[in-house]
């Protein structure tokens, strides 16, 4: 419980499994965790060990390297429970579940089948227009610069924008929206993240009542004037959707593109390749979300199971670093190395009945992201004077991404010998 948890290892916890976890909540690196911290850990772990302070807060989990023992524990619903897979609600006192990413079944099904016909691959397709539009216009106000820091200026600002209208939501408020998410995905201060978990269930429960007066074509619009067998869905029902796609559709598509942004910037060999053949950019994006896969989530054993040698107990939180999956030496030949065309299966979209609801718009928002960029930007670097440094905990993430490219010192020259001087 948080405010209350014991940090004694449990007796059933041997000692050899026991380690500390440097991927913690609230922390940062100067250097790339893919680069280090990942490849460490698959040096040194044994597959599944005990951390005293993996889940957010400060309070043990167990952690699981190999994505073959995720996929078991993704697909295992009868013995593992995604309720409580993230702290927002308790930390309120409150005991709503994000819908439908921390419902169990039978309801998780019911809750799916409701949702899905809205973020079908055809659904998306029609946004395409929009989100093209949407990445010129950011791109177009900045690329003659010849620099960005990739992070606010494109990565935080064109797919929120996207998902904002999809809620109903102003677009006035997207700085006041990142601020809150940055406490609830990237510090460790419970007090800090208790906070924003409060302004964003306030602000969620206002547009909620907004919606019941006046609803809309929104997504919020959608959950108010939905049926689930046969009745409306309950206000904690339609609170836990709501902040499911606040959360959801506020930082991980952002994260995602900063890393593949981050890897072309650092791999001029990929961009070259990207540039001069667009239609490979659809494998690169499925590579690079296989290389690098920013996602933690938590999972509850709900009865004793054993799985490669550890047995879990009931309560046990289990971290599933998608980060540490994508990396896997026994799932992946020549893991650490981006490789564009492979085709492979991997987990950064989750796995099994939980797989990730708006995974066809993040693909979309991605794909469109890079042609854009790499039809309307020179090559990029990360600039030179740029000190790099990296969010760890349960979203990976570069803190700032300052990108740089000659076109601005072209203009400039043109200028110049357009005037004569």
């Given amino acids: 419980m948080f405010g209350n948890q014991t940090l004694e290892r449990p007796s059933y916890v041997p000692d050899h499994l026991v380690y500390d976890y440097p991927n913690k909540l609230g922390l940062t690196a100067n250097e790339n965790p893919f680069d280090g911290m990942i490849q460490a850990i698959h040096a040194e772990r044994p597959p599944i060990f005990y951390s005293m302070d ?14 073959e023992d995720l996929r078991t524990i993704y697909f295992d619903t009868v013995n593992f429970s995604n309720k409580d897979f993230a702290p927002f609600a308790k930390l309120i006192g409150e005991n709503w579940s994000e819908v439908p990413a921390e419902v169990d079944p039978p309801m998780h099904a019911l809750f799916r089948s409701w949702i899905n016909p809205v973020f079908t691959p055809n659904a998306m397709a029609v946004l395409d227009t929009k989100i093209r539009t949407y990445a010129r216009e950011y791109i177009d106000a900045f690329k003659a610069r010849g620099q960005c820091e990739f992070m606010s200026e494109f990565a935080f600002e064109f797919p929120i924008k996207v998902i904002l209208e999809l809620m109903g939501l102003p677009l006035d408020m997207a700085p006041t929206f990142m601020a809150w998410e940055m406490d609830l995905l990237h510090n460790n201060d419970l007090g800090a993240i208790a906070a924003a978990s409060r302004k964003v269930v306030d602000y969620l429960r206002g547009e909620i009542e907004d919606r019941k007066r006046n609803p809309g074509d929104d997504l919020f619009s959608f959950g108010v004037k939905s049926q689930i067998q046969g009745r409306p869905l309950t206000d904690d029902e339609l ?29 001029p060999e990929d961009q070259r390749l990207l540039r001069s053949n667009p239609e490979r950019i659809n494998d690169a994006v499925e590579e690079y979300m296989r290389a690098y896969a920013a996602v933690t989530t938590f999972r509850t054993a709900v009865n004793p199971i054993e799985i490669n040698g550890v047995t879990f107990q009931p309560g046990d939180k289990i971290a599933m670093c998608t980060s540490l999956a994508a990396r896997d030496p026994e799932e992946y030949d020549r893991p650490n190395e981006v490789i564009i065309g492979r085709k492979v299966r991997y987990l950064s979209f989750g796995y099994g009945p939980h797989l990730c609801l708006g995974m066809h718009l993040a693909r979309r928002e991605m794909r469109i992201a890079m042609v854009e960029f790499l039809s ?40 110049l010998a357009e005037s004569g001087s």
């Fill in 54 to 67: 993996a889940y957010p807060g400060g309070s043990p989990a167990w952690v699981v390297r190999r994505a």
């Fill in 239 to 267: 609170l836990g959707f709501a902040f499911n796609l606040f959360i959801g559709g506020l930082d991980t598509v952002s994260t995602n593109m900063a890393w593949q942004f981050h890897h072309l910037a650092t791999h």
């Fill in 376 to 415: 309307r930007v020179p090559e990029f670097r990360i600039a030179d004077d740029a000190a790099m440094e990296y969010h760890l905990g349960p979203i990976l993430q570069p803190v700032r991404l300052p990108l740089a490219w000659e076109e601005a010192i072209g203009n400039r020259r043109r200028l």
